[in-house]
Nanobody, 121 residues
Framework: QIQLVESGGGLVQAGGSLRLSCAVS????????VAWFRQTAEKEREFVSA????????YYGDSVKGRFTISRDNNKNTVYLQMNNLKPEDTAVYYC??????????????WGQGTQVTVSS
């Protein structure tokens, strides 16, 4: 059973940066694609970014391209989301998810509990 634990969320001013981490346990980490989604009370879960088992397989949502960078460390079983130039509209609960297939829709089999990111103006 795969387990995912997010960390790194918090409160930051607009223009600031945060780095989220997603620690994965319980499986062969290198076999899994890992994605980040975000959700607010007003919106459906939105795709943010994903990385395949190959670190060169990277995908980003249009709203975060050029500001966010996803990476993975297969030695630490961890995926990172570096978020720069944060905007108030980036405020959401961020979830990481894992599955053998990389997709940009929230159909992943395994999910973390989420971490809150709040960007003040």
């Amino acid at each position: 059973q795969i387990q995912l634990v997010e960390s790194g969320g918090g409160l930051v001013q607009a223009g600031g940066s945060l780095r989220l981490s997603c620690a994965v346990s319980g499986g062969t980490f290198s076999n899994y694609a890992v994605a980040w989604f975000r959700q607010t009370a007003e919106k459906e879960r939105e795709f943010v970014s994903a990385i395949g088992w190959s670190p060169s397989s990277l995908y980003y949502g249009d709203s975060v391209k050029g500001r966010f960078t996803i990476s993975r460390d297969n030695n630490k079983n961890t995926v990172y989301l570096q978020m720069n130039n944060l905007k108030p509209e980036d405020t959401a609960v961020y979830y990481c998810a894992a599955d053998e297939a990389l997709v940009v829709v929230p159909t992943y089999d395994y999910w973390g509990q989420g971490t809150q990111v709040t960007v003040s103006s």
